[in-house]
Every structure is written in structure tokens, then in C-alpha cells.
């Protein structure tokens, strides 16, 4: 199985600043197809996961383009350039490249 | 816009089956760019994919659940079941349909039902 590792588990930021979250896969992602299956994920408390990044750096429909993802092989990065109250949750990263499907463990943004 | 819903007892005894539905509307379920998953969440922690389902009837299962795990699909209703069994109180979970797409990966989800896992 791929294991996705996420840093960091937590992640303190003060409104209007940037954030950043790490994503570190144990093999590549890169599919037999060339794409890489790494897309972001967000929840919100009570709330199901949703989608905000695919294969790496393209935003889901209704995303603020204030999220950008990066990345390639086994290292990715989800970026928000001016944090928002309504950002505040978990953020998984997920690899759809190689079954079983697998999550990395999540980093709880808060607000400071 | 697609819209994916479960439904299903929310407690189970233990060594009983777990039977989940999702019903999926605003969408056919026999798109043929379109994959079916089950994905499940204890209380406080983080996701596991469960297993998936094209509208063909073929399976892919996690292999840490698939000797308990059949999932299987009706297009006539457009929905889609999760029968888990032997659950013990480990199988305590908030359950999650949700749709994949290749390039998407898991892009529509339900809301998510609790299941309780106790005697």
C-alpha cells in the first residue's frame, strides 16, 4: 500500500496570512497513464469531505483560487495564499494511482 | 448537480453484517466515466477507503477489509450497497458514499451516516 504522510498534523494561522501543507508519499504517483492522482481534500467540521485539488494542481469547480496545489513524484504541497474563517478543518491529501485508495492522516488548520 | 445520500441502520450488534445504501440522484449511476466508493471515518480520525464499484458490477476492495466486504450496484434505482460483516465495535465509523472519476479522484460525497457498533 502507498502510504501518505501529512505535516504538519497541525497548523496555527492568523487570518489573511498564507498556510502550507506537505504530503509526502512512500512510492510515486506517477501512473502507468503519466498522470499523477494525488488530489486535496477538505473538512470542515460536521461536514463530508470535499474536493479541492486533482492530479496535483487543478482546482475543483466553485474552489477560491486563493488554494494552489503543487508538486510531482512523491512530494506535493497545498497552498492558501490569505487564510479565511471559513478555511478552518482537516486537509487530506489522497492518491487515486495504485489501489487500495489511501489518505494521508490530515493537518487541522486553526485559526490563531 | 449530483447528489449522493446513505441510508442504513445506525446501530449494529457485534458479529452481525452492516448493510449500508446510497442512493445517487442528478446522475446516472451507469455513467460510464463514473466509479462508486464506499469510504468510512472513526470518530475523530481519518479516512479509509472501503472499496469501489463500476455500474458493471466490478469490484475493487481494500484488501484489510475485503474478506468482509461486499459491495454491489443496482442501475435500475441508481444506487449502490456496502455489506460489511462480522463488525466489531472497531467498525464503528461515519460511513461515506462518493463518486470517483480518474481524473478527479473522489469528487461527490454523501453526507456521511454514523454506525454504531454494540450490543
Known amino acids: 500500500d502507498i502510504v501518505m504522510t501529512q505535516t504538519p498534523l497541525s497548523s496555527p494561522v492568523t487570518l489573511g496570512q498564507p498556510a502550507s501543507f506537505s504530503c509526502r508519499s512512500s512510492?510515486?504517483?506517477?501512473?502507468?497513464?503519466?498522470?499523477?492522482?494525488l488530489s486535496w481534500l477538505q473538512q470542515r467540521p460536521g461536514q463530508p469531505p470535499r474536493l479541492l485539488i486533482y492530479k496535483i494542481s487543478n482546482r475543483f469547480s466553485g474552489v477560491p483560487d486563493r488554494f494552489s496545489g503543487s508538486g510531482a513524484g512523491t512530494d506535493f504541497t497545498l497552498k492558501i495564499s490569505r487564510v479565511e474563517a471559513e478555511d478552518v478543518g482537516v486537509y487530506y491529501c489522497t492518491q487515486a494511482s495504485q489501489v487500495p485508495y489511501t489518505f494521508g492522516q490530515g493537518t487541522k488548520l486553526e485559526i490563531k | 448537480q449530483l447528489q449522493l445520500r446513505e441510508s442504513g441502520p445506525g446501530l449494529v450488534k457485534p458479529s452481525e453484517t452492516l448493510s449500508l445504501t446510497c442512493a445517487v440522484s442528478?446522475?446516472?449511476?451507469?455513467?460510464?466515466?463514473?466509479?462508486w466508493g464506499w469510504i468510512r471515518q472513526p470518530p475523530g480520525k481519518g479516512l479509509e477507503w472501503i472499496g469501489t464499484?463500476?455500474?458493471?458490477?466490478?469490484?475493487y476492495y481494500n484488501p484489510s477489509l475485503k474478506s468482509r466486504v461486499t459491495i454491489s450496484v443496482d442501475t435500475s434505482k441508481d444506487q449502490f450497497s456496502l455489506n460489511l460483516s462480522s463488525v466489531t465495535a472497531a467498525d464503528t465509523a461515519i460511513y461515506f458514499c462518493?463518486?470517483?472519476?480518474?481524473?478527479?479522484?473522489?469528487?461527490?460525497w454523501g453526507q456521511g451516516t454514523l454506525v454504531t457498533v454494540s450490543s
Open positions: 462518493a463518486r470517483l472519476t480518474y481524473a478527479l479522484g473522489f469528487d461527490y
Open positions: 442528478g446522475g446516472s449511476i451507469s455513467s460510464s466515466s463514473s466509479y
Open positions: 464499484i463500476y455500474y458493471s458490477g466490478s469490484t
Open positions: 512510492q510515486s504517483l506517477v501512473h502507468s497513464d503519466g498522470n499523477t492522482y
